[in-house]
């Protein structure tokens, strides 16, 4: 009688494929994940004017992409300057090819980008730790609710997320094996980032100095100034058809001015609506001194191109004279910022529920950085990651902050977090 029963090292068990094929487990899973939200479960628990998919507009740009050839809010013919094109050029894309599957086609690509954001969790964690830090990194972002609600809808956040998390590994890769490709590599993700939106255009700028000061390589000025060229490369064609447009000096886009507004009345009142943006900015006043009018962030979009600018610009105005006349606003700014950046969502249960993911992952990732730092120093490989997590958090609180900003950067804070070895107290760094 012939056995069925293998020897015991052929066995089979449900977590073979992760022991044997880790990357292809994260990824898949975090994919299928997505997939399984955006079009099973999303549809059904956001119904009425809520369920609009491209919140922010970018469908219409898109489609002003496809039809006129010039970044425009479709219908309008008028070029805009108040958004970058990297992200409405994908959606045009995914129109052009099948414009009848909007926005599926847009939440299965997001699918994609929300598995090789967890792939390249994976990648950095191999790259700092060891095999079995980088599958729980890789695995935390798979599975993290955050990241897969804004993989459902077509605004920035999950092609940015990706971004970021592509910085990062290109850092590592550059600092580990510098080399032309991985030069350009770094070039190019950063130069894309800041095409997507313009608070990545600083960390183009960060990055380069970073290198400079932590690689120990002979030639790290070189590779440096390399990463730069390429990110201003790739920047410097947009900027000039924004001079062309508007005869101002616009490196990726404005809406400076609107977003400082918006952070104002949001730091001026948050006492009054600690748990809603949407409550808070019931008590916004965009009063033009020249004209009177309300500004809506519809309205400037909708407004003619160089009318549009100039509201933005009264804005700016409006904000910087306030800051010298009130201090005090500037410092409720700095007090009340990276406490909104971290929790404040739509509504008050939004809220609670993203300061639940939020806030242990933040106080994990802070008693990580620090030791980290105490080891390591301040300029090192190791660091960098660190340096433009707080880079990036610290470029968004004199402006405009919700929560929603700070899922760019969860699958690195996974990353640091998951490097951590607390039985033994030391950092795996």
């Known amino acids: ?38 079009l099973l479960i999303h549809p059904r628990i956001i119904t009425g004017t809520d369920y609009e998919v491209a919140q922010d507009g970018y469908d219409r740009l898109a489609q002003g992409l496809l039809h006129y050839g010039t970044l425009s809010y479709y219908p309008s013919t008028f070029p805009t300057v108040l958004r970058g094109p990297a992200y409405p050029a994908v959606i045009a894309a995914l129109l052009a090819i099948n414009g009848s599957w909007y926005p599926q086609s847009v939440q299965c690509t997001q699918a994609l980008l929300h598995g090789c954001t967890a792939l390249l969790a994976y990648g950095i964690g191999l ?74 255009l600083p960390l183009a700028l960060l990055t380069p100095v970073l290198l400079a000061l932590s690689l120990s390589h002979k030639h790290r000025v070189r590779f440096a100034l390399g990463v730069l060229a390429v990110a201003l490369l790739l920047v410097a064609p947009w900027t000039i058809r924004n001079y062309n447009v508007t005869h101002q000096f616009i490196p990726v886009h404005s809406l400076l001015g609107y ?39 519809y309205g400037i979009r909708n407004a003619e191109t160089m009318t549009a600018l100039r509201w933005d610009n009264e804005l700016l105005s409006k904000s910087l004279h306030r800051y010298i006349h009130e201090p005090l606003l500037v410092l409720r700014k700095l007090l009340f910022g990276p406490i909104m950046f971290w929790t404040l ?31 390591r120093g301040v300029f090192s490989v190791q ?37 951590w070895n607390w039985r033994n107290e030391k950092q795996i760094l």
């Open 1 to 38: 009688m012939v056995s069925n029963t293998r020897p015991r090292n052929q066995q089979r068990h449900p977590l073979h494929l992760l022991n044997k094929h880790p990357r292809s487990a994260v990824f898949l899973l975090a994919a299928c994940a997505s997939l399984f939200f955006s």
């Open 127 to 200: 790259m700092l730790f060891d095999r079995k830090r980088a599958f729980i990194a890789g695995l935390l972002t798979a599975l993290h609710p955050y990241l897969i609600w804004y993989a459902s809808k077509a605004i920035t956040e999950s092609f940015s997320t990706f971004l970021f998390t592509a910085v990062v590994f290109c850092v590592i890769s550059l600092a580990r094996n510098p080399g032309i490709v991985t030069t350009l590599l770094l070039g190019f993700a950063l130069g894309v980032s800041s095409l997507c939106k313009a608070s990545f």
């Open 259 to 297: 977003n400082l507004r918006v952070g104002d009345v949001q730091a001026e009142f948050y006492e009054k609506a600690p748990l809603s943006f949407l409550q808070l900015l019931s008590y916004r006043d965009f009063d033009i001194s020249s004209r009177g009018d309300t500004i809506s962030h």
């Open 345 to 375: 969502s739509s509504t008050p249960l939004a809220t609670v529920i993203i300061s639940l993911l939020q806030l242990p992952l933040l106080a994990i990732f802070t008693v990580s950085a620090v030791r980290t730092f105490k080891t």
């Open 383 to 419: 660091t960098i990651p660190i340096i433009l997590v707080m880079a990036y958090f610290a470029f968004h609180i004199p402006i405009f902050t919700i929560a929603r900003f700070s899922v760019v950067l969860v699958p690195t804070m996974l990353v640091c977090a998951s490097g």
